[in-house]
T-cell receptor
Framework: GENVEQHPSTLSVQEGDSAVIKCTYS??????FPWYKQELGKRPQLIID?????GEKKDQRIAVTLNKTAKHFSLHITETQPEDSAVYFC??????????FGSGTQLTVLP | EADIYQTPRYLVIGTGKKITLECSQT?????MYWYQQDPGMELHLIHY???????EKGDLSSESTVSRIRTEHFPLTLESARPSHTSQYLC???????????FGSGTQLSVL
């Protein structure tokens, strides 16, 4: 089945700086890669996703890049703000078409 | 408003009790899921369903069961609760394969 590895597990940045979270996947059949943000005590929420026929997708301060050859994808957050502080999860579909989640990254934006 | 609803929000029970966690969605989605998650940690798939009368086991299914008699309803039952079941249980739905999941607010279960 699919295996998704996520790094780093914790990340601290100064407000206004950029943050990058990286994930690798194992199943070359994976074709959909969403990112979720989970604030403390709240449900995970989809913030951006990318499909395997696209290399990059942007939504305001958030962007995701995908390298199918290397089997890795990354979340980029620019001009970070305190409200960006949360746990971020990447995920990928495998040949079973079920989402496998990474282990999460705790992002802290320091004022 | 279309959403996915879970009840109860919090539940404290004794060891050995049988419990059912409720999940209903008004999103009109065919696929539904149950995940177990400790605070801020990885999400583990327990069960999922492609539609009515369809249920499949995930990674942590051995001590629970689900049913899908109606499209909008996907309850999770623990036959005999144990302290190791203490965790947050998240229900989710999606419109189809290889699409994003929409999560409910979760049930925080504590087994004493």
């Amino acid at each position: 089945g699919e295996n998704v590895e996520q790094h780093p597990s914790t990340l601290s940045v100064q407000e206004g700086d950029s943050a990058v979270i990286k994930c690798t996947y194992s199943d070359s059949a994976s074709n959909y890669f969403p990112w979720y943000k989970q604030e403390l005590g709240k449900r995970p929420q989809l913030i951006i996703d990318i499909r395997s026929n696209v290399g990059e997708k942007k939504d305001q301060r958030i962007a995701v890049t995908l390298n199918k050859t290397a089997k890795h994808f990354s979340l980029h957050i620019t001009e970070t703000q305190p409200e960006d502080s949360a746990v971020y999860f990447c995920a990928g579909t495998g040949s079973a078409r079920q989402l496998t989640f990474g282990s999460g990254t705790q992002l802290t934006v320091l004022p | 408003e279309a959403d996915i609803y879970q009840t109860p929000r919090y539940l404290v029970i004794g060891t050995g009790k049988k419990i059912t966690l409720e999940c209903s969605q008004t999103m009109g989605h065919d696929k539904m899921y149950w995940y177990q998650q400790d605070p801020g940690m990885e999400l583990h798939l327990i069960h999922y369903s492609y539609g009515v009368n369809s249920t499949e086991k995930g990674d942590l299914s051995s001590e629970s069961t689900v049913s899908r008699i109606r499209t909008e309803h996907f309850p999770l039952t623990l036959e005999s609760a144990r302290p190791s079941h203490t965790s947050q249980y998240l229900c989710a739905s999606s419109p189809g394969p290889a699409t994003g999941l929409f999560f409910g607010s979760g049930t925080q279960l504590s087994v004493l």
